[in-house]
């Protein structure tokens, strides 16, 4: 059973830099794609970025892409999220996500295991 726990957010001043992990701490951890959503206040959970379950393909949504990196280290059963050059727009809770296929996928309803989410604040 996947369970996922992200942990890294906080408040960082625009222009700043913070890096999310992604741990399972269930049995056995995902060989399928995972993937970075968020969610800011009052708006839908959107797409980040996601990583081919070999870690080989990476996909971004535009308003990240060039600034966030994914990556993963399935030997340590995490999946990490490099956000670089923080605007106040990145504010949301950032989420965690898997799936079994191990291809890439922009589409939440993809995904069926989610974490709890962490907060990231940017300030202006």
């Known amino acids: 059973q996947v369970q996922l726990v992200e942990s890294g957010g906080g408040l960082v001043q625009a222009g700043g830099s913070l890096t999310l992990s992604c741990v399972d701490s269930g049995r056995t951890f995902s060989r399928g794609a995972m993937g970075w959503f968020r969610q800011a206040p009052g708006k839908e959970r959107e797409f980040v970025a996601t990583?081919?379950?070999?870690?080989?393909?990476?996909y971004y949504s535009d308003s990240v892409r060039g600034r966030f990196t994914i990556s993963r280290d399935n030997a340590k059963n995490t999946v990490s999220l490099q956000m670089n050059s923080l605007r106040p727009e990145d504010t949301a809770v950032y989420y965690c996500a898997a799936r079994s296929n191990s291809w890439v996928d922009t589409r939440q309803y993809a995904y069926d295991s989610w974490g709890q989410g962490t907060q990231v604040t940017v300030s202006s």
């Open positions: 990583i081919s379950g070999p870690g080989t393909t990476t």
